[in-house]
């Protein structure tokens, strides 16, 4: 999540995760906003799901 998304706010995005459960896991990208896949965030978000994937193999 983007720390500075304004329309999922910072707060909201934590208690959400909080409350999933199963395989999760949270990152927080200083500096983001709400949409993630665009601009320079693309590959290092496509990096980390990347590396998340892999995880799970």
Not at 4 to 30: F, H, M, S, V
């Amino acid at each position: 999540m983007g720390l500075n998304d304004r329309i999922t706010p910072p707060g909201i995005a934590r208690a959400t995760a909080r409350n999933l459960t199963g395989q999760i896991d949270y990152q927080e990208l200083p500096g983001a906003p709400h949409w993630l896949f665009w601009g320079e965030l693309e590959d290092r978000v496509a990096a980390m799901v990347v590396d998340w994937l892999k995880t799970l193999s």
